[in-house]
């Protein structure tokens, strides 16, 4: 997808004054905070299995190569092929062979992250083969020509009377008086279309949850069933994955499981969790004559050992931007790349380079919600002040940013100073903005007042107050 | 000589991911831990008995939408299904799958057209047998195999699936070593179907709608 980070403080402007998507966006913490809440406190046990689901990742990502190994010995055992793409345009190639080695002319799709971040879509289309996108949010996406905005809810940005709008100009052979006012009545008609769109593809590729070494097995989790028929008609099934999906065996899988669809939709168990090994068997009446499984690293084994490493415990549930301020206020797509939110401000640095990914390590208030809510404990505001600091180092802020911190660290580390600049400061400010003790503007400090008054100091510094209490208290005592 | 992209990917994470941990050691941690597959923490609501777990299973299968109906024995399936497709308004016929407990059911008491196979799309009422059942999240487990083909669990707007009251576990734990009794440690069946209610999508305005491209009811029969 066309790259817009390095513009994200644009892209934020653009997503505050667009009206219908702060419509679409009011209603992100209704549903899901609450729904993740409500499942959590409902099994006594999720802390611990968070703990546990740390464990199982760490251990994984420690060993990883051998558990590649394990996996891949797994599936070809199984009848299944194993694929190793160092990068998005060696995945790119794999798929587009299989799929000219079949003839492919239309490839069904099953949601997937990978599919984005290697621009699948885009390159099939280029080579003459048409992919449909089948889960229902991606379908959407896919006919507004637009990419998705949230990890789990791609058209988490897009309202009701527009979906009604691209239906109606998407499916022109339908009756043009047909009632759509109903989003049931889009639901139906998007299961129908698609059931057609099944039966003529000649491949289907889905995305994974996990990758089970001990028995080669690819965890597919969808509440729609999609992922399951573009894998059962497919003919051809093809896994794209990165290598970070690994997981030892069906107990750790069940581990993640436990914590996934809680974190991600508030439900015990997503509708449908399948846990696929190999093609069809020489005896089944159905199911895809091929196997193929697409590793992907893309940047991942740079990541292994370096402190960025605990990104890669990821599960891909969505609830760090689910509840983070930023992302309610400004959406998927101003992140400009394919992981928004939280997790994208680490991920997307370490992926494309921070030079194109600056803004984002730094678009967070360190509310520390993100951390909070994460399955899999990333300490992901600690990984974005690393970014800032690789960031310093590299002198990659602007001049004025870094005049200002190089002033406040030198101040900052010579105490006395720092509480002498303060103390001149605090009632100098206190004095200025007279009897609202709030400012409008101020300068030097635009970019906050614009949108809302900076409240001035009280007056005294912190260590005053402090000294001036103890100094009351140890009165009060005596 | 040229290295395989395989060799590369893995030298390369290999050499990352070590940290210094010799490669003998490393590979007895992963052999124990594929050995062993410690189980980690199993949730204590469906560590109950039997009878306990039916009615777990019953209560968090209805909160994820699926309908659930007990009755006594195989004999009084067919009943149960006509019955439930006349209360439905449905077509008295069902594609069903080829399990044996379902071939000895006495269908042929009942007015009901029966066809065994794969699905195409065109069927409005499946029958499949289940494995199992998970109490605590009120999962169906559902295997795929010449018995029962895997269309069965997606293509009809109707899922009707027979659970045998005995196959009701507490956790998902106790089915993966049941498979690898079956099929030999690291071997499965092509596809483990864990299904949790009907089939929905919330992809609209985080509205939930139930029935997306799998089925739009999901009716368990619970039998013994």
Known sequence: MHLTSPSFKENSARALADAPLQRALAKVPLGFIDK??????????????????????????KHLDLYLEAFAEKVEAAGGTVHWAADAEAARAIVLDLARKRGAKSVTKSKSMISEEIELNDFLEQNGIQPVETDLGEYIIQLRHEHPSHIIAPAIHVNRDQVEADFRRAHADLDPQRDLSDPRSLLAEARQVLRRRYGEADMGITGANFLVAETGSAVIVTNEGNADLTQLLGKCHVVIASIEKIVPTLEDASQLLRVLARSATGQDMSVYTTVVTGPKRAEDLDGPEEFHVVLLDNGRSAMLGTEFEEALRCIRCGACMNHCPVYQTIGGHAYGWVYPGPIGAVLTPSLIGVEDAAHLPNASTFCGRCEEVCPVRIPLPKLMRHWREREFERHLQPAPMRWGLGLWAFAARRPALYRWGTSLVAPLLSRMAGKKQRFSSLPLAGGWTKGRDLPAPEGKTFMQQWAERRSAAGKAKA | MATSPRETMLARIRQAAAGGVSQAERRKAVAARLAEHP?????????????????LFTEMAGRAGARVQRIATYDALPGAVADWLRAANLPAEVIMSGDPRLAAAPFETTALSIRNGASDGSDLTGLSHAEGAIAESGTLVVLSGPDNPNSLNYLPDNHLVALSADDVEGAMEPFWQRLRMHYGEGAMPRSVNLITGPSRSADIEQTLLIGAHGPRELVVFLIG
């Open chain 2, 39 to 55: 189980k980690g923490i199993v949730p204590a609501r469906g560590q109950i008995d039997r009878e306990g777990r039916v009615a």
């Open chain 1, 36 to 61: 993740r809440r409500a499942a959590a406190d409902a099994l006594p046990e999720f802390e611990a299995l968070r703990d546990k689901a740390v464990e199982i990742k760490n251990h994984a990502l």
